[in-house]
């Protein structure tokens, strides 16, 4: 390989894994180190070219990933700049790791703070460093956003969670930015991130169950006219490269999201999959209280497909949740700086239901609780 110059973090994972889907496609590839869980570079390497595979990269491009570009080991075991040459020449940093269930994960804090914040310690000594971007989550808005939030307003003390998740993101930015005053951090926060736009949920369908649950149900505990803030992981990615590649930037945050303008309705998402799956309905979805949906628990196996419906119910109360806070992510610092609006949800629904179909949605959920 030649002399790195980007280390990337979390190329297992969805957001990780389109990120370096991207980069193996540019000239530049040669030029890129990851950081890939395995007890070896050479298990790591198989990892590695397996999850891709999610994202249809082509067998000339997987074999275009060395095993000589792979530090082998978790955020914690990142080698001091002595230990590891490699390291030395290292500009730029994307750090997409990070534990993101919405259950009760006991290595969420451990990982998104404690271990986060050792990876940015060492990062922080790299001689050659420009920039480093680390992904977090617009979601760290918690409960009572208001229906427009500018990158500015968070992290904010005295915020309630949803999940302990998003209150690991909002301690980790507000480690971060301490630790590392004056050095290069950017810090970037995708919205909701549900399927790519031309490979669907293939490589994961994290989220988009949720909206599934609400289409099979034919209801929404929200306004109708509510709008939720999704963008495909493909944009996210693309916007992404284009921040860590910016000459210059004017902020040190910024959101990777669909904003007011891009945001698809309750309304419009329920006419999208009435026309993906072909469906002729004469209205549209009804709102109801958490109540009703519990009401309805003895169709949930019937409708979602096998697995526990307690569970179903209590996924789709939380997620039901996210989704009807009514709120956007202003992204008028991101296109600022030249990246296209990205597609609304509606647009691309219909490829996410196309590559859903054999998977029953109680398995979908699956994803986002291990
Ligand atoms: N997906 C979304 O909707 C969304 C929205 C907003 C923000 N984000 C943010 O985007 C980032 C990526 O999310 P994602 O959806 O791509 O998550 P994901 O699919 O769950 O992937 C997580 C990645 O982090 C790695 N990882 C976990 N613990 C690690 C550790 N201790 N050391 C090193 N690597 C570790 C995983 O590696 P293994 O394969 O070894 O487990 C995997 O590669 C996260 O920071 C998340 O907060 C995601």
Same mark, same amino acid.
């Given at each position: 390989?030649?002399?790195?110059?980007?280390?990337?973090?979390? !190329?297992?994972?969805?957001?990780?894994?389109?990120?370096?889907?991207?980069?193996?496609?540019?000239?530049?590839?040669?030029?890129?180190?990851?950081?890939?869980?395995?007890?070896?570079?050479?298990?790591?390497?198989?990892?590695?070219?397996?999850?891709?595979?999610?994202?249809?990269?082509?067998?000339?491009?997987?074999?275009?990933?060395?095993?000589?570009?792979?530090?082998?080991?978790?955020?914690?075991?990142?080698?001091?700049?002595?230990?590891?040459?490699?390291?030395?020449?290292?500009?730029?940093?994307?750090?997409?790791?990070?534990?993101?269930?919405?259950?009760?994960?006991?290595?969420?804090?451990?990982?998104?703070?404690?271990? +986060?914040?050792?990876?940015?310690?060492?990062?922080?000594?790299?001689?050659?460093?420009?920039?480093?971007?680390?992904?977090?989550?617009?979601?760290?808005?918690?409960?009572?956003?208001?229906?427009?939030?500018?990158?500015?307003?968070?992290?904010?003390?005295?915020?309630?969670?949803?999940?302990?998740?998003?209150?690991?993101?909002?301690?980790?930015?507000?480690?971060?930015?301490?630790?590392?005053?004056?050095?290069?951090?950017?810090?970037?926060?995708?919205?909701?991130?549900?399927?790519?736009?031309?490979?669907?949920?293939?490589?994961?369908?994290?989220?988009?169950?949720?909206?599934?649950?609400?289409?099979?149900?034919?209801?929404?505990?929200?306004?109708?006219?509510?709008?939720?803030?999704?963008?495909?992981?493909?944009?996210?990615?693309?916007?992404?490269?284009?921040?860590?590649?910016?000459?210059?930037?004017?902020?040190?945050?910024?959101?990777?999201?669909?904003?007011?303008?891009?945001?698809?309705?309750?309304?419009?998402?329920?006419?999208?999959?009435?026309?993906?799956?072909?469906?002729?309905?004469?209205?549209?979805?009804?709102?109801?209280?958490?109540?009703?949906?519990? !009401?309805?628990?003895?169709?949930?196996?019937?409708?979602?497909?096998?697995?526990?419906?307690?569970?179903?119910?209590?996924? !789709?109360?939380?997620?039901? +949740?996210?989704?009807?806070?009514?709120?956007?992510?202003?992204?008028?610092?991101?296109?600022?700086?030249?990246?296209?609006?990205?597609?609304?949800?509606?647009?691309?629904?219909?490829?996410?239901?196309? +590559?859903?179909?054999?998977?029953?949605?109680?398995?979908?959920?699956?994803?986002?609780?291990?």
């Amino acid at each position: 390989m030649s002399s790195p110059r980007i280390l990337l973090t979390g !190329a297992t994972g969805f957001l990780g894994g389109t990120v370096a889907a991207q980069l193996l496609d540019q000239k530049r590839w040669a030029q890129v180190l990851l950081l890939v869980r395995a007890p070896s570079p050479a298990e790591a390497h198989a990892r590695l070219v397996k999850s891709l595979q999610r994202f249809e990269v082509g067998e000339k491009l997987l074999k275009k990933i060395s095993p000589a570009q792979i530090i082998s080991g978790g955020l914690d075991a990142l080698p001091t700049v002595a230990e590891d040459p490699r390291l030395a020449t290292v500009t730029h940093v994307v750090n997409c790791a990070a534990v993101t269930s919405f259950g009760q994960n006991p290595n969420t804090w451990p990982t998104n703070v404690v271990q +986060t914040a050792a990876f940015a310690r060492k990062v922080a000594e790299f001689p050659r460093l420009e920039r480093f971007i680390h992904v977090s989550t617009a979601m760290i808005c918690g409960a009572t956003p208001p229906h427009v939030v500018q990158e500015d307003t968070y992290p904010a003390e005295g915020v309630r969670h949803l999940v302990g998740y998003t209150g690991s993101k909002a301690a980790a930015e507000t480690l971060l930015r301490k630790e590392l005053a004056g050095k290069p951090l950017v810090i970037v926060r995708p919205s909701i991130i549900v399927g790519h736009t031309r490979l669907g949920c293939k490589p994961s369908g994290s989220i988009f169950w949720g909206f599934r649950m609400a289409d099979a149900l034919r209801r929404v505990t929200c306004d109708l006219d509510a709008i939720v803030d999704v963008i495909p992981v493909d944009y996210a990615a693309t916007a992404l490269l284009h921040v860590l590649d910016a000459t210059r930037l004017e902020h040190p945050t910024y959101h990777i999201s669909a904003g007011r303008d891009y945001s698809s309705s309750f309304r419009q998402i329920g006419r999208a999959f009435a026309r993906a799956l072909g469906e002729k309905r004469a209205t549209d979805y009804r709102r109801v209280t958490y109540q009703d949906v519990a !009401a309805l628990q003895d169709q949930f196996m019937e409708l979602f497909g096998p697995g526990n419906k307690r569970s179903m119910l209590a996924a !789709a109360r939380l997620y039901g +949740t996210f989704a009807g806070l009514n709120t956007v992510f202003d992204n008028h610092r991101l296109l600022a700086t030249g990246v296209a609006p990205p597609p609304p949800f509606a647009d691309y629904l219909g490829v996410c239901v196309e +590559t859903s179909r054999d998977i029953p949605i109680a398995r979908q959920m699956m994803v986002d609780f291990e």
